[in-house]
């Protein structure tokens, strides 16, 4: 008889064990599913965020435009195809004229409030595929347009220069004009015949029409050689 009481003793010890290692292991098995689902949810977010960080390290935060790194790749791609196609590229400076004096008078909430409209503006005169606006640095605007000679890209600056005016930003600070204006520098190349410039020189060419303006007295486009300045008829001309 106690033979037979230990034994069903350790008959149901061990069947208890083995009930009480079946539960631990479903519920191992559940913890870990839960586990691997929760990681696989990270591992998307993750994902997802290094998307989103891609988009962004392109645009400027505060006009939401393309920024420094974006515009130098595309003037990079955009030189690449007038070089195959023989069409001409132009690229333009866009400097807002006594900024830091508009930031000392109004404060910088005012300064980013005007780049951010100005930068709008801009936008509504560049919108095809092939044309880029950009907040270069700064006060500075970069814009691209592709198949544009030197005739079309003074049309559009022109346009850029007259309507910044006309938006009547009130500019205390400014020696040049009662509202905040803009100056404007052009340079234009058709990379298969000047076969020796690369698309920074373009940029360079850009900025040296920009102070040219500047000198010159500011609120005005320049293309670095007045004397070749072509007509504003209002026609654009895009080649």
Request: hydrophobic content about 40%.
């Amino acid at each position: 008889m106690i033979g037979s009481w230990v034994y069903w003793l350790a008959l149901g010890i061990l069947l208890g064990a083995l009930v009480y290692l079946r539960v631990r292991e479903r519920r191992l098995h559940n913890e870990i599913s839960g586990l691997s689902n929760e990681l696989e949810r990270c591992t998307t977010e993750l994902d997802e965020a290094h998307l989103t960080l891609n988009r962004l390290t392109g645009i400027d935060a505060l006009t939401s435009l393309a920024n420094h790194s974006s515009f130098q790749e595309f003037l990079r791609g955009e030189w690449r195809r007038a070089l195959r196609e023989a069409s001409s590229l132009s690229v333009l400076m866009v400097d807002i004229d006594r900024f830091s004096d508009f930031n000392d008078g109004l404060g910088y909430r005012a300064g980013d409030e005007c780049l951010a409209k100005i930068g709008r503006h801009i936008r509504q005169y560049v919108r095809r595929p092939g044309d880029l606006v950009a907040r270069y640095g700064g006060e500075q605007f970069g814009v691209v347009m592709s198949r544009t000679d030197q005739q079309g890209a003074f049309r559009v600056a022109h346009r850029i220069c007259a309507g910044v005016e006309g938006l009547a930003i009130e500019h205390p600070g400014s020696d040049v004009s009662l509202c905040v204006t803009v100056s404007v520098g052009i340079a234009t190349s058709t990379p298969a015949i000047d076969s020796n410039w690369e698309e920074l020189e373009l940029v360079a060419g850009a900025r040296a029409a920009l102070e040219d303006a500047k000198q010159a007295g500011r609120n005005r486009v320049s293309t670095g050689n007045e004397a070749e300045r072509p007509a504003d008829d209002g026609l654009e001309n895009r080649s």
